[in-house]
């Protein structure tokens, strides 16, 4: 069965600066998906970013981007200029590459902004 | 852009009650999940459906459990006998039928068993 970890159950960032959340996972698939979701205190479900496995080319959404190590099974995600409203709970998960697959979850990282 | 709704927002509940969550998926979306998430726990899987039938479920998602899809746009859970620990957030979501699209969760639906 797949796992997904996230070690850093909180994380401090001051504004403006960058911060780095780990995720790490274990599959034996060669293939599949990886994402970063937000949940802030409202606890919606909002996608920030994806990366498919078959890509070697980290994925990047505005000040959103991976560092995603196939060989090390490592996807963590990079927060530039952090701002405010970037504060929330951040989960990693993973989905395979089949049609209405699942997704695993991570513990998530609780993502704090200083002002 | 097109959003999963689910309702209520927030449901009260006695124990050993019926409880029926719903949700009302992307119009083009051909596959259906729900989720739960225990207050400070991460989410888990419970059940996903597809053209009309459970494709899969988790250990979780036992025979207190049921889901249907009574109409072209509603997507339920039933929760036949409520128990404390059933207490938590249940996210709905859907995808398409295309494989590198991802799945697109509701708001939650906050379940509170007394």
Known sequence: AQTVTQSQPEMSV????????????????????????????????????????YKQQNATENRFSV????AAKS???????????????????????EYGNKLVFGAGTILRVKS | EPEVTQTPSHQVTQMGQEVILRCVPISNHLYFYWY?????????????????EISEK????????????????NFTLKIRSTKLEDSAMYFC??????????????????????
Not at chain 1, 67 to 70: A, G, M, T, V
Not at chain 2, 94 to 110: A, K, L, Y
Request: net charge negative; hydrophobic share 35%; aromatic share 14%.
């Open chain 1, 14 to 53: 001051q504004e403006a600066e960058t911060v780095t959340l780990s995720c790490t996972y274990d599959t034996s698939e060669s293939d599949y998906y990886l994402f970063w979701y937000k949940q802030p205190p409202s606890r919606q479900m909002i996608l920030v970013i994806r990366q498919e496995a």
């Open chain 1, 67 to 70: 560092n995603f190590q196939k």
């Open chain 1, 75 to 97: 996807f963590s995600l990079k927060i530039s200029d952090s701002q405010l409203g970037d504060a929330a709970m951040y989960f990693c998960a993973y989905r395979r590459m």
């Open chain 2, 36 to 52: 739960r998430q225990i207050l400070g726990q991460k989410v888990e899987f419970l059940v996903s459906f597809y053209n009309n």
């Open chain 2, 58 to 73: 988790s250990e979780i998602f036992d025979d207190q459990f049921s889901v249907e899809r009574p109409d072209g746009s």
């Open chain 2, 93 to 114: 979501a859907s995808s398409s039928v295309s494989v590198v699209q991802p799945q697109h969760f509701g708001d939650g639906t906050r379940l509170s068993i007394l």
